[in-house]
């Protein structure tokens, strides 16, 4: 039992370090995702008729 309480806490080990991080990065993600998603929506709700990416091939010989 001595060599258990002499360890550090464990909010200060790394395994906690590890499981936060973890857990902020997938908050992260799950925002972005969201976030994509709606401007997507947006995007689709306004013009459904125009692809979603611009064509770069038409665009390069429309400005020569």
Do not use: Q
Not at 10 to 36: P, Y
Request: charged share 30%; hydrophobic share 30%.
């Amino acid at each position: 039992m001595e060599s258990s309480e002499s360890e550090s806490p464990f909010c200060f080990s790394l395994n906690c370090l590890l499981k936060t991080l973890r857990l902020v990065c997938g908050l992260l993600a799950v925002v972005c995702t969201i976030a994509d998603g709606a401007l997507i929506y947006r995007k689709l709700r306004r013009r459904p008729s125009e692809p979603y990416e611009k064509d770069t091939s038409r665009d390069e010989s429309e400005e020569s």
